[in-house]
């Protein structure tokens, strides 16, 4: 679920902006030239100005979704690395502790904050940039 919603903002948002702003300009480029009244050009205006915010709304609900999923799937995983992880250090011996020069809790903190971080930001940013690049040749493709 979290991949599917961290794909869709960055499709809906670059690439379907794209689509609908060269139709809208083709509006202004049709009153320009005066195959549009001013009435059929007011209603067009408004059709597209209300996709746009439909692309927004869109948007900030897939975008809100996706960062609240991955976010939770990091403090999952997060969480399991830091059981597994003293589960291993208590399977040490005594003299491990004894050599040890920083604590082992710095370490699990240190080291958890880090794995989320990449989970939770670096993944779903890659996976939408990912998105876009194929969506883009694709929509690029069949547009021309």
């Known amino acids: 679920m979290a991949s599917i919603t961290t794909i869709t903002p960055g499709n809906t948002h670059l690439v379907m902006k794209d689509l609908v ?3 809208f300009i083709n509006v202004f480029n049709n009153f320009a030239t005066g195959q549009l009244s001013p009435a059929a050009y ?3 205006v408004a059709k597209y100005s209300l996709i ?3 692309l927004f709304i869109g ?5 809100y979704i996706w960062t609240v999923l991955i976010s939770i799937t990091a403090i999952r ?3 399991q690395l830091r059981i597994d992880f003293i589960r291993q250090i208590l399977r040490q011996e005594i003299s491990y502790f004894n050599k040890s020069s920083s604590s082992i809790s710095g370490q699990i903190t240190t080291n ?3 794995i989320s971080i990449g989970i939770s930001e670096k993944f779903g940013t890659t996976i939408q940039a990912i998105s876009i690049f194929v969506t883009a040749f694709i929509v690029a493709f ?3």
Do not use: H
């Open 142 to 144: 069949a547009v021309q």
């Open 21 to 23: 702003f060269g139709k």
């Open 59 to 63: 948007k900030f609900v897939t975008t």
């Open 42 to 44: 007011r209603d067009e």
């Open 112 to 114: 958890g904050n880090l």
């Open 52 to 54: 746009f915010v439909y």
């Open 77 to 79: 995983t997060t969480k």
